[in-house]
């Protein structure tokens, strides 16, 4: 049996294992299948709780310890920067250093970066770390008015447009296809979205989606970049597959070329982000794609009792859809533990109450604090948490709020450490402090107000305190686990810490709401505000999305390890109409309910599968071999991007009509500030050289010139064609 999953601070480094085989120690049967699946596709439909992060660091360890993969070939990507340092780690750990473990985001733009002067010239644009304030400017700019709420609805849209690779004239027949409810009118949305990107270019940033879609465009259109990372990478992991956005998907395979040394890891049941773009269907659709892979369904629950377990497979259970039709049925590897406790409240502040008389008897009872987590539908439902959990005493912190090292009193905690560490035994602050948390403490006590005893009262004075008191902790720890830690060592610490945004652990009650707390799990859950309206929420409307609010209270219920509290209110304040009802997710779970629709698939059990029959995989295409490009005026094997991409070589004689040319020219420069792109992101000068070189006629002409993929021959295919017919295109877009 594994372990839990969570770990002090500064747990305990554990001794390389001293062989490959001694990597292997410690894994279940599934767990060492996937470890030793290093060849080929390999696809891990991985349960909340079962133990994937440790498959799957091992697995990559275990490559690297035998020999079979080199570390520095080997590229793994997740989607947090906590995720991807907690790999890391592991891995260094493990004795498999070397390996990148990474973002997409962050892997994407060392790329980008690395490449920029070859593929582009010149310095790389100024990346923004935040959109918002830009999008603001952009509705000024249009005379347009929008409140906090729609600036951040608006934002949301424009990142969901870029990672589907929408651009802005397509914005409302996307958004009606995907069953999206804009936050103003659809073609005002779309004129937003082409204001910001003209903004952006006249200010020449880019943004985090910039990132992807610029990398895209490179390995699209350079072959020879391309293929120098490939020559880098050949071996990919991909952690938390059912989020990939169609963008992302679009860059793996980009790196991956032609090769399927991949292994995906997922689960279809806890999808919770398709407001931003991300889908489960590449993760469903992978035997498809490869129909030799080799699947392992990880469904030993190491994290949750048997009662959590039970409540968690019964909610997936009454669930339908595609995702549904994937489910894993976990089976829990703890001790068994208290029923899951369910409570009706006559109103929100009352549930609030509740909830903080539960908390402060737990905490009395020896449960730490920071083991315990208050999960909400809606951060707008905080508030009264916050004030609730204040009046009973108990301290608290905010997740998914600013992030920790951005807060203003950690900034000036930092710099006032950092001064103090570079002074020494010269600095007055540190007169009488003899360790390294006295130390802190003093620093923090006369530069940043820390105080021994918290403020009373919630809001931002107490946020601030907390934020202090997280710093103090850590450096407690920090001392406990090298004694001989100094403050400078504290600073260094910090330093690495913010890089990575591995924020300290405050020592307080989590207040999160469901996808904030994604990937973490607390000894005590608290499951507030489960009604009708909130869960589902009132807004989902279709099947799909109701379903993702079942999957999304799937994942509330899965963070919980032992103790597991859900509630409800009947009216949102005192003396309203009860007329609330608990969500129908509960039916036939709680106590005196049946359920209220039909069971759904059956679940799918663990263990292996090594591919389809020969006779069903022979039925699906597989990719072909390429073969070598040759010239064709002389006929000499072409080796260089450019040369390929005009299917001659450099100084062989050109028949490319200069009129045609330039026409294409004129109309890719009013497509890229139509769509707020690079003009190279529609196509390059050499793509545009090679269809004046060929005058194609038709649809499958165009498409056979290098550099016109698929999605490129859709969106502009028509235009080309038109072009090279001598006939006219429209201009800008009549609503203009």
């Known amino acids: 049996m594994t372990a839990a999953t969570h770990s002090p601070l500064f747990p305990q480094v554990p001794d390389v294992p001293d062989s490959a085989d001694a990597v292997l120690e410690g894994l279940d049967p599934e767990q060492r299948e996937v470890a030793t699946a290093l060849r080929g ?19 990559i360890a275990y490559g690297v310890r035998a020999g079979i993969l080199q570390p520095t070939s080997v590229l793994a990507v997740t989607f947090t920067n906590r995720a991807a340092g907690e790999m890391r780690g592991r891995l260094r750990q493990l004795g498999a250093q070397g390996v ?14 690395y490449f920029w002067p070859k593929a582009i010239g010149g310095g790389m644009p100024r990346l923004i770390d935040r959109k918002i304030q830009l999008v603001a400017d952009a509705a000024a700019a249009l005379g347009t008015r929008l409140d906090r709420g729609e600036l951040r609805d608006v934002t949301s849209e424009i990142e969901w447009c870029k990672v589907t690779q929408t651009i802005p004239a397509d914005y409302p027949y996307a958004a009606a296809k995907a069953g999206r409810e804009s936050p103003r009118d659809p073609t005002e949305i779309a004129h937003l979205y082409a204001a910001y990107e003209d903004l952006k270019r006249d200010r020449a940033v880019i943004d985090f989606e910039d990132v992807l879609l610029l990398t895209v465009a490179i390995l699209q259109d350079r072959h020879d970049i391309a293929e120098q990372i490939r020559a880098q990478y050949q071996h990919f992991v991909v952690d938390e597959y059912q989020d990939v956005s169609p963008l992302q998907q679009r860059l793996l395979e980009l790196w991956l070329g032609e090769r399927d040394d991949l292994c995906v890891v997922g689960d279809a049941s806890q999808t919770i982000y398709s407001f931003t773009g991300a889908t489960p269907d590449h993760l469903l659709d992978f035997r498809v794609r490869y129909p030799g892979a080799t699947v392992v369904k990880l469904v030993r629950d190491y994290r949750s009792t048997p009662q959590v377990v039970r409540l968690a497979n019964g909610l997936l259970a009454q669930a339908h859809g595609r995702a549904a039709d994937h489910r894993l049925e976990l089976i829990s ?40 987590a208050v999960l909400f539908r809606t951060n707008s439902q905080s508030e009264t948490y916050e004030q609730a959990l204040a009046d009973a005493g108990v301290p608290y912190q905010l997740r998914g709020a600013e992030r920790f090292f951005d807060r203003p ?21 540190l007169d009488g402090a003899v360790d390294l948390p006295s130390q802190v403490r003093a620093v923090l ?117 032992e103790r597991l509290h859900v509630s ?128 194609p006629d038709s649809a499958a002409e165009l498409s056979r010139i290098p550099g016109v993929l698929s999605r490129k021959l859709r969106s502009y295919g028509a235009d080309v064609l038109a072009i090279c017919a001598g006939q006219e295109v429209g201009g800008e877009d009549a609503d203009d």
Request: hydrophobic residues 40%; glycine residues 10%; neutral net charge.
């Open 568 to 695: 409800w209110a009947l009216s949102r304040s005192p003396g309203g109409r009860p007329s609330r009802r608990p969500s129908r997710f509960l039916d036939g779970l709680r106590p005196g309910t049946t359920p209220t629709v039909g069971r759904g698939a059956a679940a799918a059990v663990g263990g292996v599968e090594r591919g389809v029959l020969a006779a069903a995989a022979a039925a699906v295409p597989r990719r072909t071999q390429r073969t070598p490009a040759r010239c064709r005026v002389c006929g000499r094997t072409l080796t260089d991007a450019g040369e390929m991409k005009l299917m001659r070589c450099e100084d062989c004689p050109s028949d490319m009509d200069e009129g045609l040319y330039e026409r294409l020219r004129e109309w890719r420069a009013a497509q890229a500030a139509q769509s707020g792109q690079p003009d190279f992101c529609v196509f390059t000068d050499r793509t545009l050289m090679a269809i004046a070189e060929a005058r």
């Open 41 to 59: 596709p390999v696809c891990v439909l991985a349960g909340a709780g079962t133990g994937k992060t440790r498959a799957i660091t091992h697995r």
């Open 409 to 429: 009193e950690v900034r000036k905690a930092g710099i006032a450490l950092r001064g103090a560490a570079r002074f020494g035994g010269n600095d007055a602050l």
């Open 445 to 561: 006590s006369g530069e940043g107000g820390w105080t021994p005893v918290p403020p009373a009262g919630s809001g931002a004075v107490r946020e601030r305190w907390e934020s202090l008191a997280a710093l103090v902790n850590l450096a407690q720890d920090l001392a406990a686990a090298r004694p001989g830690a100094t403050l400078g060592d504290f600073v260094a610490e910090l330093d690495e810490r913010a890089n990575t945004q591995h924020a300290p652990t405050v020592q307080g009650v989590t207040l999160a709401s469901l996808h904030a707390a994604k990937g973490l799990e607390w000894d005590a859950v608290f499951l507030v505000g489960v009604a009708e309206g909130m869960l589902p929420i009132t807004y989902a409307k279709t099947d799909e999305q109701v379903e993702e609010e079942r999957r999304l209270l799937y994942v509330g219920v899965t963070r919980a390890r």
């Open 333 to 372: 590897q703890r001790p068994s533990g208290p029923e899951p406790v369910y409570a009706e409240y006559t109103d929100e502040p009352a549930e609030a109450e509740g909830a903080a008389r539960r908390i402060r008897e737990l905490i009395d009872a020896g449960v730490p604090a920071a083991e315990i």
């Open 100 to 113: 990148q473990a990474r973002t997409f985001h962050s892997a994407a733009l060392r790329q980008l970066q």
